[in-house]
Structure formats: C-alpha cells, structure tokens
C-alpha cells in the first residue's frame, strides 16, 4: 500500500494572482519550524530509470490527437536544478538520459537557495512551453523557488517531476496549499512518490504507483 512520508502541518496563504497561494518568499521561521533538510544524495541508477519511465507513461494532456485514442506523452522538458553536486549531477544525468530517448531537453535552470524573489530563474523555468519539468533539488530552496513559480507563472505541479530529494511531505506543506499538488517523482529504490492533498505517498517498484492525470495545457 502507499505509504504517507511525514506528516504536513498547514501554512497561511496570502492573497497573489492564484487566490490559494501563499507569499512567495518563504518567512525563516516557517522554514525552522520544520526542522533542517538533509542534502540531496547523489542519485541512483534505480531513481533515474524510474523518472524516465514516470514521464514517458504519463500523458502531458488529457486531450486525445487526432490520430491516436491517448494522449501523447511529454516530448519536451525543461529541467531545474539547485547549485549543490548531486543535484547538478542528477540534472545532467537526466538531461543525457532523455535525450538518448530523442526527445528534447528545452533548457536547464539552476537557482540558489537563498534570493530576494526567485523572480529570473521561474521565468526561465516556465519560458517555451515544455511539456513538463524535471526537478533535482535541495529541498528548501524548491520550495522557494515552486512558490515563486506558483505565485507568477502559469507553472503546473501537476506536470513536474522530481528525484528522491523531493518526496517529503514537509515541502509540500512549507509550499502551500495547492502549490505542488500533483507533483510525482521517484525515489531511490526506484519506487515512485506523488503529492496529493498535502501528503506524499511513496509506492514500491512492484506496486502501481497513484495516477493522476495532467489537466489540458492552457
């Protein structure tokens, strides 16, 4: 069965351009109220695999073509990454990876952990459209950066995929409501993780992950 991964704690919403979105700067004390993040590991074989296979399953619309009864999967990503090692290794991993796939690799985006708005990076993130986005990060400065995304852009949670460091329910409860909801990724055994209702659940590699389905791009 799924298993929640530590429990959620609600955090204020502030009025912003989506009605339930918080400030995007995130207040220190709420940080420290969750006590300290460990550093992402370096990835493993068994996570990358799992997050390509994660993106190529999933639909990135749920409007059929013309030609075929499902929905394509994504062909196109942008990947982000924060400015620590593994994170950086894991995103030119990735990048590599999907390529070898011939699909395409729009850009990559890195961000620090500490700025004044996060402002230029999400611009970045969300410019060209892609089909979805890849995220390898420490997971305070994701957080910064998904409320600054959630607050300014037309970015979806719902299309965005991470590695290991980010299936923590802790994020998605320093995020906000809604603010990364739908959220999938993988986690180092190779099994999947989602965010759903502020929780993450992990699944094992032998069991069908939790499905859900990317909303029409706008």
Known sequence: ??????????????????????????????????????????????????????????????TPTPHRSTPPAPATVTVGHSRDAASHSAAAAFTEAWRTTGRTVLALVDWPEQAASWLRPAHRFTAGQPDAWVVAAAPLGWVRMSRRLHHSTDWDPARTFGFASLGDSR???LAGTATL?????ATADGGTWAIARGWVTATTRHETPPVHEAPPRK
């Open 181 to 185: 909801e739908g959220m999938r990724g």
């Open 171 to 173: 994020l998605a409860a």
């Open 1 to 62: 069965m799924p298993t929640p991964m530590n429990a959620p704690s609600p955090v204020g919403s502030h009025h912003s351009h989506h009605p339930t979105a918080p400030s995007p700067l995130l207040p220190p004390h709420e940080a420290a109220a969750y006590g300290p993040f460990p550093s992402p590991p370096p990835h493993t074989a068994a996570e990358l695999d799992a997050l390509i296979s994660l993106l190529t399953a999933t639909p990135h619309t749920s």
